[in-house]
């Protein structure tokens, strides 16, 4: 399975790209996490970009038959996440991704190249 939620991972990967998000981070968490396989972490540039991101991301996996297990409630300004199961998606502000800092938080992860 966990090869299924790499691929579906760079799929959120490049769906992010598509919109215009920054710093995308794909990070291979199965050594870091007991709850996910793979994590994207990718910042948005303001609260509208914010929701298109969630959107975009939320139909492109959708399309690569991932269903949506659930989304953060109530939704912040700065931070959204999306679980997806073995892949959870963390869409972030600037300010919020400085703040928490998740890559330290998976120190050991492999981080994934997902250009093509």
Known sequence: MARVFKSVALAAARAAQDKKA???VVLDARKTS???DYLVIV???SRPHLQALEHKIEESLLAEGLRLHRRSR???DSWLVLDFGGLMVHIMTAPARELYCLER???GAK???WRK
């Open 22 to 24: 920054e710093e995308i």
């Open 34 to 36: 007991p709850v996910v």
């Open 43 to 45: 910042t948005a540039l």
């Open 74 to 76: 109530p939704q912040s």
């Open 105 to 107: 938080l998976h120190v």
């Open 111 to 113: 981080e994934i190249s």
